[in-house]
């Protein structure tokens, strides 16, 4: 539901803040530090060949130089005035169910403000398995 935009702003300044810190700093990569756990190298071959500074340092490069090919997730709320006519109930059945105010139900349906939490996750199974929940309410 946020502005990619702003995502990307985010991004380019945590990278910036977080490259100017290392310049700062001066730090350095760390050589792999054998710990009991990968006494065995045969075991574990790819181990003592990674250097995860490194694998950052690219990793935050590439959200940089790319921040397009950053996996965006977009929901689509749902239809609160749908899923209340669905159910067969009132405004303020509906708001005493999800035990929230008419007005903020009322908000919701407007598209002044979204539900969240839990309330958002309940109005999304009442819509898209309606029976689910009836089944749940009534046993």
Same mark, same amino acid.
């Given at each position: 539901?946020?502005?990619? #935009?702003t995502?990307?702003t985010?991004?380019?300044?945590l ?5 100017a810190?290392?310049?700062?700093w ?17 075991n ?10 490194e694998?950052l ?18 929901f ?10 669905l159910?067969?109930m009132?405004? #303020? ?7 929230v ?12 403000r979204?539900?969240?939490?839990p309330a958002r996750?309940?109005?999304r ?13 009534h #046993?």
């Amino acid at each position: 539901m946020s502005d990619t #935009s702003t995502g990307q702003t985010v991004v380019a300044k945590l990278t910036k803040n977080f490259f100017a810190a290392i310049r700062q700093w001066r730090i350095v990569p760390v050589p792999f530090v054998e710990t009991s756990l990968f006494s065995q190298a045969e075991n574990y071959p790819m181990a003592r060949n990674r250097n995860l500074f490194e694998e950052l340092r690219d990793g935050l490069e590439e959200i940089r130089d790319k921040p397009e090919s950053l996996r965006q997730i977009c929901f689509t709320p749902p239809d609160i005035r749908k899923v209340r006519e669905l159910f067969g109930m009132s405004q #303020s059945q509906m708001a005493i169910f999800l035990n929230v105010s008419v007005r903020t139900l009322q908000n919701w349906e407007q598209g002044r403000r979204g539900p969240t939490g839990p309330a958002r996750t309940l109005l999304r199974i009442m819509q898209e398995e309606p029976e689910a929940v009836k089944r749940a309410l009534h #046993s």
